[in-house]
C-alpha cells in the first residue's frame, strides 16, 4: 500500500462488487475526490470528479464487456492549468486467475501532449508556408515547359520539365505534413460518403505508373468486385491507400513486381492489400515502421526518400475508418500490406427509403456476392 500511495500514476481500482476499493494519493488529485469519501462507494454515487470520473464510469462499464480502454481526456482542474491525462482501463485478476475488479491507471501526459501539439502546429505553420513560393514555382515551370512565355530548345525544356517535377515532388511531402497535422488534431473529422468501388480505384495508381516504368517495375491492379459500396472518406482512404501503393513501389526492385488488390474475404468483406517482391522489412521494425518519422535506414545514408510519414498517415486513416492494418514481411522477399475496407451495408428502412427514391441514396450498388 505504501507503494501504491507513493507512485506517480493515479490508481482507482473498483472491486468485484463495483464499489471503490484503492484510490491512491495521486488519484486523489487528479480527481479531486477524498479517498476517504469515495471507499465503499460506486463510481457513479460519488460527487464531484468532473469530467474525469465520467471517462472513468464510462470506460469501466465498457471493461465489462471484456475490452481494454486507454484515451487520453483533457481535465479542467481547479487547483491546476489544463491537464491532458491518459486513463488505462483493464480488468484485475486474483492469484487463480478470476476477474476480482476493474483497475483504472490515470498518468499525467500534458507535458507529452503540449509538445507534439507544438511540434505539429510548427510543422503545419512551415508546411504552409512552403506550399506558397511552391506555387508560383510550379505555375512558372509549367508555362515555361509547355512553350507559353517563348519558344525553348530540347535541353531547356527538359530542365524546365525536371523543375516541374521536382516542385510536384516537394510538394507531395508537404500535403504529408498538413495531412498530418489534420490527422493529429482533435477537431480531425470525416466527410464519409457511398462510393463504389469502381469509382473509388479510378485513377489509383496514375501517379505510380512512371515511377514504375523508369525502374522496369510491373504494376498491376485486380479487384474482385466493382459493384460493391464503401462507405468512406474518399479523399482520406485513397490517400491510405496510395501511401502503400507509393511504399511498395519506393522499396520493389528493380524490374520487380507490384500487386494491388481489392479482394473478397471468406466472411464477405472487401480487402485492400498491396505486395511487392522488394527487399522486405526485419521482423524487429514490422512495428516501428508506422510510427512518425520513422526510417529503417540510416537518414544519413539511406538509398530511399522520403520524410517517414507514409505508412503513419496511412495507419491514422484506416483506423479512424474502423480497421487496421496488418504486414506480412520476410527480409529479402518483398512485403504485402492490406486492411479491410468499409463496406457499405445499408438497413432494411434505408433500402426501403431507396426505394421510394430517397435524394440520399444516389448511389446502386450490389454486395459482394
Known sequence: MTTISSIMDGVVFVGRAGNVVLLNSAAEDLLGVRALVAAGKPLDAIEGGGDLLQTLIADQRRTAKGKEFARTVEVHHSQHDLLYVKCTTRFAQDHRGEPCGVITLLRDVTADF??????????????????????????????????????????????????????????????????????????????????????FSTGLLLPFEQPARDRRITLTFRADTTEACLFADRADLRRACQALVENAVKFARDGGTVEVRIERTADGG???????????????????????????????????????????????????????????????????????????????EAAAAGAAGSPQERVSCKEPS
Do not use: W
Open 270 to 348: 472487401l480487402r485492400f492489400g498491396v505486395a511487392d517482391d522488394g527487399i522486405g522489412i526485419d521482423p524487429r521494425y514490422q512495428r516501428r515502421i508506422f510510427e512518425k518519422f520513422f526510417q529503417v535506414e540510416d537518414p544519413l545514408t539511406r538509398h530511399h526518400g522520403g520524410a517517414g510519414l507514409g505508412l503513419f498517415v496511412a495507419r491514422g486513416i484506416v483506423e479512424a475508418h474502423g480497421s487496421r492494418i496488418e504486414v506480412s514481411s520476410q527480409l529479402g522477399r518483398g512485403a504485402d500490406f492490406s486492411f479491410m475496407l468499409p463496406l457499405h451495408r445499408p438497413t432494411a
Open 114 to 199: 503540449k509538445t507534439d501539439q507544438l511540434k505539429n502546429q510548427y510543422l503545419s505553420i512551415v508546411a504552409h508556408e512552403l506550399r506558397t513560393p511552391l506555387t508560383g514555382i510550379k505555375t512558372f515551370s509549367t508555362m515555361l515547359a509547355k512553350g507559353s512565355l517563348g519558344k525553348l530548345d530540347d535541353r531547356q525544356r527538359r530542365a524546365c520539365e525536371s523543375i516541374r517535377e521536382q516542385s510536384v515532388r516537394l510538394e507531395h511531402q508537404i500535403d504529408k505534413l498538413i495531412n498530418l497535422g489534420n490527422l493529429e488534431s482533435a477537431d480531425y473529422g470525416q466527410d464519409r460518403e457511398v462510393v463504389t468501388v469502381a469509382e
